[in-house]
């Protein structure tokens, strides 16, 4: 049966969207100071602009508009009863590698990671991602650096938080819509949940 032509307007339209912890600006931008000597030794690879460094907690890719304000209830039900808490870049890592998967190099987190992934369960849950959907390496909490990296990429970024990153407060989770275009991606802040004890500004 041919079902004619597929509506058009408001009704189809998708917006890019992910769920994110953010950085506050003076972290990234010592990050930025650190990883910068990198990047020109490693021009290849594709660098995670500054502004965007941003530690993921759910990717819904295109989504209804229609659909955000379910997300901010499931965003808020995940913050429920749950307190601001202390993170700090520790360690770093990859994953892929493959030819055909190339390799993302990333910062990991410590203290911290546990409540991230606990506030990942929680919004899997409440969001209604599939099981199967939720690989162990969204639940490797990561701060993704590089993508398409030379595998020596993670040694130095292992190097460059020596001395120690300082340590910074999580206290809200953000509702990103990313535009993607011919530059980097720019990430537009549309909705928050601030944890107990936040004020949701850094
Ligand atoms: P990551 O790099 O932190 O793992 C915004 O696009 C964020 O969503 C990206 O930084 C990426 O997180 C994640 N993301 C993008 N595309 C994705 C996809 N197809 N599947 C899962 N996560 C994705």
């Known amino acids: 049966m041919d079902d004619g032509p597929a509506p058009r307007g408001p ?7 992910f769920i994110a912890a953010p950085l506050p600006d003076w972290l990234r931008e010592e990050i930025d100071a650190r990883v910068t000597p990198m990047r020109s030794a490693s021009p290849h690879a594709r660098w995670v602009h500054t502004a ?3 530690l993921t907690l759910a ?4 989504t209804h508009p229609g659909d955000v304000p379910q997300i901010v209830d499931a965003m808020r039900g995940a913050v429920s009863g749950r307190g601001a808490f202390e993170a700090r870049i520790a360690g770093a890592g990859s994953f892929g ?3 055909r998967r190339p390799l993302v ?3 990991g987190l410590e203290p911290g990671a546990r409540e991230l992934v606990d506030l990942m369960r929680s919004l899997q849950v409440l969001l209604g991602i599939p099981p199967e959907e939720r690989s162990r390496r969204r639940e490797q909490v990561h701060l993704t650096i590089a993508r398409d990296a030379a595998p020596d990429l993670v040694e130095r970024l292992r190097e460059i938080i020596v001395p120690p990153l300082p340590a910074w407060v999580v206290d809200a989770i953000w509702l990103y819509r990313s535009h993607l275009g011919s530059g980097p991606p720019r990430y537009e802040e549309l909705e928050r949940a601030v944890l107990a ?3 949701g500004d850094g």
């Open 11 to 17: 009704r189809t339209e998708r917006w890019r969207l």
């Open 52 to 54: 965007n460094l941003h």
């Open 59 to 62: 990717f819904l890719g295109d």
């Open 97 to 99: 590698g493959g030819r």
């Open 105 to 107: 190099a990333w910062l």
């Open 197 to 199: 004890g936040g004020d």
